[in-house]
């Protein structure tokens, strides 16, 4: 048992029989979770709905028992390894933090940039967590190998917001100064803006906010994208809403009344304006070291050398 801003946290140490999760509807075909829980216990956590799904608790207890995947490296090994694995690309981290402090005694997740990195193969990876700046090692030697890229989630730098919905993670400038240690080393990393929250961040001052850190950053890409609210998360963040801002309340019932999605007009104007404060600031890969794949005969080569 371990605590973690004042919560009692169970870390359950259960080994997996796979470790690359088939993913449909997604920009990714494959997913990799070391963890499933996460202590960040964000109140807008999109895995409290999967939580739902799986007949798990989505309200106050989510984050308090992880699962440890023990053996995730070994099976992601015998998994890469299969004749039939074409070297698509995997994300980590889609379904929870893979830099929550259970990374710090574990090490599973870099375990399993180790296996990614020796087998060429691509990933990416989104994260809360300022503690991946201890594998850019394993990052610059994957960038060089395969396409990588990180993303680090900075949807606010407003303090009060950031810790009134983010009561387990690292502070959002502590996220950017990681980034900026990656893009140093050669490694490809951006910002994403999500979830924004109506009312709370997605007002055009606050987009600029992070813009602006995001740029002083380095940060080679920026996008952005507003809060859903599916079955699991609706009410979890609701209910805090309620404690936290009732006077919001009624604009987020009105807003999500039809399903847990925002009308495409509704999320316009904020993702807009993101793309414009981006070019206005001129957010673009600015590394001064490109780290790109080596062309394969060259990898060949240097494996025969
Ligand atoms: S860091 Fe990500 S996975 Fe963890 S609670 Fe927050 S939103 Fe959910």
Known sequence: MFYHGGMRVEYREEPCKVALNRVKGMPFGWSLNPYMGCVHRCTFCYVRAFERRADRPSDDRYGSSIRVKINIAEVLRAELARRSWAGDGVAIGAATDPYQPAEGRYKLTRACLD???????????????????????????????????????????????????EPGTAPPRQRLRALRTLVAAGVRASVGMAPLLPGLSDHPDSLERVVV?????????????????????????????????????????????????????????????????????GIRDRRRLKLRPRERDEQLSLLSA
Request: with cysteine.
């Open 115 to 165: 296996v990614l990195v020796r087998a060429s193969n691509p990933f990416s990876i989104i994260t809360r967590g300022p503690m991946i700046v201890r594998d850019v090692d394993l990052l610059v030697e994957a960038s060089r190998r395969a396409d990588v890229s990180v993303t680090f989630s900075v949807p606010t730098i407003d303090d009060d917001v950031w810790r009134t919905t």
């Open 213 to 281: 850190a995001a740029r002083e950053a380095g940060a080679c890409g920026i996008w952005a994208n507003l809060l859903h609210l599916q079955p699991g998360t609706r009410e979890h963040f609701l209910d805090c809403l309620a404690r936290d801002w009732p006077e919001l309340l009624p604009d987020y019932e009105r807003l999500y009344r039809a399903s847990g999605y925002l009308k495409a007009t509704d999320m316009r104007p904020a993702k807009d304006t993101v793309q414009r404060l981006a070019n206005e600031h």
